[in-house]
C-alpha cells in the first residue's frame, strides 16, 4: 500500500479536464514539495510538475499542479488521446526519510 | 543531452545478487543526488535508495534496508545498487533517477527478475 493516496483511474472525452488527487500527511506533502510523474508503459517516467505547480519547459501548459495542506492535485485540460498514461505524485517524507509515492491513476481519453 | 543508463539485471534465484549500474552524461554528476526507483510487476513506483551528492549520506526504504547497498562513484559518473538475499517482491524494473525538481531526469530502467 503507497503512502500517499490517489484514485487508481480518472477518465474524460477528448478535450474535456481531468483531476487526479493525492493525499498524504503532514510528515510528506504537508511539510515538503510535490512532484508528478507521467508513465507511459515500457518507457521512462517523465517529470511534468515540481515544487506543487512549476512545469518543466517542454510540458504543455495543458498540465497544472496544485497543493492545500496534506493534498495536491495534478490538471490535465484540453484531454488528448496522447495523454493516456499513469500519473505519480511523489514527495519526501520526514518521517520515512525517504522519497514516497502514491499508487498511481490510469487516464484513459474516451 | 543529460541521459542515464542502467545495466546489470537479469534474472537470478531467490537469495541471490546482483549489481546494478547506471551510467550518467550530459551533466554534472558530482553536483545532484541520486535515487533508485523500482516499478513493480503490478502498476506502482517505489523509491528505494537515495545517496546525496558526495557519497557520504544514503537512505533506504524499510523493505530493503540490510539487504541493498546505494553507492556512486564520481570520477565514473557512476551510481550504484547493490542488491542482496533477492528475493520475488524484488522483482521489476529498477530506474536511476536525478534529484532535481524532484526527479527531473530518469534512465529507461534494468529488469531484475526473481525467480527459481
Known amino acids: 500500500q503507497s503512502v500517499l493516496t490517489q484514485p487508481p483511474s480518472v477518465s474524460a472525452a477528448p478535450g474535456q479536464k481531468v483531476t487526479i488527487s493525492c493525499s498524504g500527511q503532514?510528515?510528506?506533502?504537508?511539510?515538503?514539495?510535490v512532484s508528478w510523474n507521467q508513465h507511459l508503459p515500457g518507457t521512462a517516467p517523465k517529470l511534468h510538475i515540481y515544487d506543487n505547480n512549476k512545469r518543466p519547459s517542454e510540458v504543455p501548459d495543458r498540465f497544472s499542479g496544485s497543493k492545500s495542506g496534506t493534498s495536491a492535485t495534478l490538471g490535465i485540460t484540453g484531454l488528448q488521446t496522447g495523454d493516456e498514461a499513469d500519473y505519480y505524485c511523489?514527495?519526501?517524507?520526514?518521517?520515512?526519510?525517504?522519497?514516497?509515492f502514491g499508487g498511481g491513476t490510469k487516464v484513459t481519453v474516451l | 543531452e543529460v541521459q542515464l543508463v542502467e545495466s546489470g539485471g537479469g534474472l537470478v534465484q531467490p537469495g541471490g545478487s546482483l549489481r546494478l549500474s547506471c551510467a550518467a552524461s550530459g551533466f554534472t554528476f558530482s553536483d545532484y543526488g541520486m535515487f533508485w526507483v523500482r516499478q513493480g510487476p503490478i502498476r506502482g513506483l517505489v523509491g528505494v535508495a537515495h545517496i546525496n551528492d558526495d557519497g557520504t549520506k544514503t537512505h533506504y526504504a524499510d523493505s530493503v534496508k540490510g539487504r541493498f547497498t546505494i553507492s556512486r562513484d564520481n570520477a565514473k559518473n557512476t551510481l550504484y545498487l547493490q542488491v542482496n538475499s533477492l528475493n520475488a517482491e524484488d522483482t521489476g524494473v529498477y530506474y536511476c533517477t536525478r534529484d532535481r525538481n524532484g526527479m527531473d531526469v530518469w534512465g529507461r530502467g534494468t529488469t531484475v527478475t526473481v525467480s527459481s
Open positions: 503532514n510528515s510528506n506533502i504537508g511539510q515538503g514539495w
Open positions: 511523489g514527495t519526501w517524507d520526514s518521517s520515512l526519510n525517504g522519497w514516497v
